[in-house]
């Protein structure tokens, strides 16, 4: 109950193309739904974040997509470029006796190709 | 501001030595948390501490694994003895009182 599953695996688009990664989770405690860009030998970085009291959150080009009553959440990415190349988790998390800690999925190795 | 420090970056360790891994939270952050990452993996929670507190260390090996957040200085994982199976990348997070969490560089751990 505590995991994220995370799709797909890898993926492989087009300069200027839509770059989407899906997740779906089923504890219904988690109230987080944060999304990290990792970079090869480097820390996870916060792209964007939503809470279930939402169903869309837009930051520049990332928009996070969600749905509660499926327990789904989608990262979208519009125009992708090369940069954006990286590898991308879902997590989600929720506040339980003074912790938030986060339960991530097993990550989206995203390449743009130029 | 600087970020979250970690070190060392690498650390080679042979088996049955330890290692020990320290994270300076950003400024202001009076909370930390450790993840592991296995090659081609997520991150999974390891422990969550305070300052001289540990609120939650359900995600740590029981036995060989310790970490430590003391009143002045960084937050420490220990593992004693290790094993090939410690290979990893450890990172640690820090926090306000929100949820969001800035993640470290990570400590690339090598056990030959």
């Known amino acids: 109950q505590q995991q994220v599953k995370q799709s797909p695996q890898s993926l492989i688009v087009q300069k200027g193309g839509i770059s989407i990664i899906n997740c779906a989770y089923e504890n219904t405690a988690f109230d987080y739904f944060p999304w990290y860009q990792q970079f090869p030998g480097k820390g996870p970085a916060l792209l964007i974040a939503?809470?279930?009291?939402?169903s869309e959150k837009k930051e520049g080009r990332f928009t996070i997509s969600f749905n509660k009553s499926a327990k789904q959440f989608s990262l979208h990415i519009m125009d992708s470029q090369p940069g954006d190349s990286a590898t991308y988790f879902c997590a989600a998390s929720s506040y339980m006796q003074g912790a938030q800690k986060l339960v991530f999925g097993q990550g989206t190795r995203l390449t743009i190709n130029p | 501001n600087a970020g979250v420090m970690q070190n060392p970056r690498h650390l080679v360790r042979r088996r049955g030595q330890e290692a020990r891994l320290r994270c300076s939270p950003m400024?202001?952050?009076?909370?930390v948390y450790w993840y592991r990452q296995l090659p081609e993996e997520g991150l999974k929670f390891m422990v969550y501490l305070q300052k001289e507190n540990i609120i939650d260390e359900s995600g740590m090996p029981k036995e060989r694994f310790s970490a430590e957040f003391p009143k002045e200085g960084p937050s420490i994982l220990r593992i004693q003895q290790v094993v090939r199976g410690d290979s990893a990348a450890y990172f640690c997070?820090?926090?306000?009182?929100?949820?969001?969490?800035?993640f470290g560089p990570g400590t690339r751990l090598t056990v030959l």
């Open positions: 400024k202001g952050h009076s909370h």
């Open positions: 939503i809470r279930p009291d939402v």
């Open positions: 997070a820090s926090s306000p009182l929100d949820n969001e969490q800035f």
